[in-house]
């Protein structure tokens, strides 16, 4: 006997099949039908304040447990609302799913009301999408939306469900092999047994090696190999803003962060190496600083499973196409056969240690510093990290962005991977609160700590009553400065100080009584001595959401900083390391641009000499 | 100005909606210039073939093939020097020609192989395929004449037969 049910149920059946426990969403007209078997389902609907949010919780939701999130929206605006989250999570090869209702199919194209043409919008922005016309094929889309998602570079998928199309009678069936029927899908995830012999070769010549770790390395669940590698071949790694805690900051072969915000010695150390062993990453703008200056002596070896970024900024010697973890086991196996045969030729190793007391003297030399307040009401950012950290060092933490993501990256100590979840690619502002909201649904006995600024905070808090009313205990530090303080670090630097448009007020909104309004338990704090005894009011509440309004000193910097499209041969201090501020501005100021980002630099040449148009439009 | 350097891309892709509209929209997005762009039907029904044209002085064909391949729907590329390839077009071309000029018209037509399509008071048009190479010098050749309209269907390719080996 055929299982006939509708396309609606079939839907959420088909979410039960492939293992969701939680639907991030908010209903709408054309998405009713699917609502309605939501009731029957054992799945967990949260129901969100804005789709933004539903976005980045289904993202915070994946990096806190590694399955897909979920998010289910109306057509029209209901899409439109959560194209931030999709475009991050695509930036950030972030594995969501997306499925929202579209008007009736006979209305597609005719202007129909909350029609939006959102197959084509989203189109550019997902790893793939998927319009629905016909019941018979839900089990089927849903099941390769997840293959999809979750396989190769993982990325967000989009599934458009017409509304007639949920009320349509289908004979229930479940695909055996969700990739069956996608010919044109086969991700390679084995090295090339060739390619690891020569990235090996390089690897015990290299006298100056640096293992540049990044977002891939969790992607593929690979923390665990990268520090049998590291441990095995001695070698040092940075982590990039994606891989935080990929290797624990406190392993002696971890150099933190680099790029911009980096550490010295992270910057330092690749800038100077003679090999760079990109795994996962991608040579992204924000690491390289200017491509052309971007470690002149490396040769590098290059592992991501998308062949697309290989050689795609810098030409890779050995490219590796292949899933992470199996690379870095691969290179780990080839590296002891290697080894073996070089004990038994009675060759010494490469002598690294010169190389070793180098970095070992710039890690003493160039810390993470910053200049103390004089006065008790003069609070750090750092200094509200540092404690923060102190008293919850095991807590998964989300960053918003601007100053005070960067100094979160800088400051915490992330011992375990999965224990930061940020928007790094798209640079979101808004993104803290609802992936904390996420990543506290995915992880409900871990202790969820949101990093925000002032300014990202009014973006999204109302997703802390959708928190309250559901019982997610999150919490949240606003580092408050009244500012959009990195835009503000840029007019200071790079604008003469002419602040324009910059100024938030720190008193307005009341952060204590918006909290309280929404649910949650507001506190303030002026001084530093009321740090740690507010965190510790704050970590004592475990029923409800918490907000601390940390009043911060508005007119610090981030450093160590390496303006926008200049060299990383150029790492600026800072104050802390009695370097007077403001040297950027004037003569030899970074180009003038108008985002709080800066600029992007324009395309680098191609090795033949043509422009690689990757990073332009037109 | 760089020499042009003209490389095909044969991609085969699945016959599925919007399809026509990634690939589109990828070029787009990423800033590919291209030459030309053609699409049709296979011998197969689910699959459809798009003949790309790129001028591999301006971009990099390496990327665009990563770029591509990163479709789902994308099955295979084919990358084809003209040297390698059977290369066609097809062009309608609308001249305007006089019945006393007709004929000089109609003669440069049939060097190439050329048909007449339609004929009026005072324009003929002329249909040729060919090598895209042939169709520019026609165009040439009648643009003395007056050429009013062009179409052409940009170029489709597959890769030429092997030769038996002579020993
Ligand atoms: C949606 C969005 N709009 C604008 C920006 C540009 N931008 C980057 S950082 C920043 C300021 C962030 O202010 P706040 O949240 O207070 O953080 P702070 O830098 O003060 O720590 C702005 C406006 C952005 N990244 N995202
Ligand atoms: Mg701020």
């Known amino acids: 006997m055929a299982d006939r049910i509708t396309g609606s149920q079939a839907l959420v059946r088909s979410l039960e099949h492939v293992g969701v426990d939680v639907v991030f969403g908010i209903p709408g007209g054309a998405v009713l039908p699917v609502y309605d078997p939501i009731l029957d389902s054992p799945i967990r609907h949260i129901l969100v304040r804005h789709e933004q949010g539903a976005g980045h919780m289904a993202q915070g939701y994946y990096w806190a447990t590694g399955r897909p999130g979920v998010a289910l929206v109306t057509s029209g605006p209901g899409v439109t609302n959560i194209l931030t989250p999709i475009t991050d999570a695509f930036m950030d090869s972030v594995p969501i799913v997306v499925i929202a209702g579209q008007v009736a199919r006979a209305a597609i194209g005719s202007d129909a009301f909350q029609e939006a043409p959102t197959f084509n919008m989203t189109m550019p922005v997902t790893k793939h999408n998927f319009v629905i016309m016909d019941a018979a094929e839900i089990p089927e889309v849903i099941a390769q939306a997840f293959h999809i998602a979750t396989t190769g570079r993982p990325g967000p998928v989009y599934v458009d469900l017409p509304k007639d199309v949920g009320v349509e009678e289908m004979d229930w069936w479940w695909p055996e092999d969700p990739g069956a029927n996608l010919p044109g899908y086969k991700p390679n995830v084995r090295p090339h047994a060739g390619q690891v012999k020569k990235a090996v070769e390089l690897i015990t010549a290299a006298q100056r090696p640096v293992v540049y770790a990044g977002g891939g390395i969790l992607k593929a669940r690979a923390a665990e190999a990268l520090r049998d590698f590291c441990e095995k071949t001695g070698i040092h790694a940075v982590t990039t803003l994606m891989a935080r805690g990929a290797l624990s900051d406190e392993h002696p072969l971890c150099l933190g962060m680099p790029g911009m915000h980096g550490s010295y010695t992270a910057v330092t150390s690749m800038q100077k190496s003679d090999l760079l062993i990109a795994l996962g990453s991608r040579f992204d703008d924000r690491v390289t600083g200017r491509v052309a200056d971007f470690a002149p002596h490396a040769k590098v070896v290059h592992v991501d499973i998308d062949p697309a970024e290989l050689s795609k900024v810098r030409a890779a010697d050995v490219p590796i196409v292949a899933d992470c973890r199996l690379a870095i086991e691969a290179l780990i196996k080839e590296f002891d056969k290697q080894e073996r045969r070089r004990e038994e030729r009675g060759d010494a190793p490469v002598d690294r240690s010169a190389w070793n007391a180098q970095i070992d003297a710039w890690r003493s030399a160039y810390p993470y510093k910053y200049v103390a307040g004089d006065r008790p009401d003069v609070v750090k950012p750092q200094y509200v990290l540092e404690r923060l950290n102190a008293a919850a060092p095991d807590a998964i933490v989300t960053a918003g962005v601007g100053q005070h993501q960067m100094f979160a990256s800088q400051w915490w100590r992330f011992r375990e991977p999965y224990h930061w979840i940020n928007s790094g690619g798209l640079g979101t502002m808004g993104f803290a609160v609802p992936a904390a909201v996420g990543a506290q649904v995915g992880a409900p006995d871990k202790v969820v700590w949101c990093v925000d600024g002032d300014g990202c905070f009014q973006m999204t808090m109302q997703e802390l009553i959708t928190a309250s009313v559901e019982g997610i205990p999150v919490k949240v530090a606003i580092l408050n400065n009244g500012y959009l303080g990195m835009v503000r670090q840029w007019q200071d630097l790079f604008y003469d100080e002419r602040h324009s448009e910059i100024y938030l007020s720190q008193d307005v909104p009341d952060y204590v009584g918006l909290a309280e309004a929404m649910g949650c338990a507001g506190f303030r704090v002026d001084t530093v001595d009321e740090v740690d005894s507010v965190i510790a009011k704050a970590m004592a509440i475990t029923d409800r959401p918490v907000v601390v309004d940390f009043r911060i000193d508005p007119a610090e910097h981030v450093y160590p900083m390496v303006p926008a499209g200049k060299s990383n041969d150029g790492v600026i201090l800072g104050p802390a390391f009695g370097q007077p501020e403001h040297q950027m501005a004037g003569d030899g100021a970074a180009p003038m641009t108008s985002g709080g980002e800066g600029e992007v630099e324009p395309p680098p040449e191609h090795p033949d000499g043509h422009m690689t148009l990757d990073k332009g439009g037109f | ?167």
């Open chain 2, 1 to 167: 100005m760089q020499r042009r350097r003209l490389k095909t891309l044969s991609v085969l892709v699945e016959n599925q909606p919007g399809v026509l509209a990634r690939i589109a929209g990828l070029i787009a997005r990423r800033g590919f210039n291209i030459e030309s762009l053609a699409v049709g039907p296979t011998d197969d029904p689910i699959f459809s073939r798009m003949t790309l044209v790129v001028d591999e002085s301006q971009v990099h064909v390496e990327q665009i093939v990563k770029q591509l391949y990163k479709l789902i729907n994308v099955i295979k590329i084919t990358e084809f020097e003209p040297d390698d390839s059977v290369e066609r077009e097809l062009m309608l071309v609308s001249v305007r020609a006089t019945p006393e000029k007709r004929f000089q018209v109609i003669e440069l037509a049939e060097i190439y192989g050329g048909r007449i399509a339609d004929v009026g008071a005072d324009s003929i048009c002329l249909e040729l395929s060919g090598p895209p190479g042939d169709l520019d010098d026609l165009l040439d050749l009648l643009e003395p004449h007056g050429v009013s309209e062009v179409a052409r269907t940009g170029r489709v390719a597959l890769e030429r037969a092997r030769k038996a080996t002579v020993l």
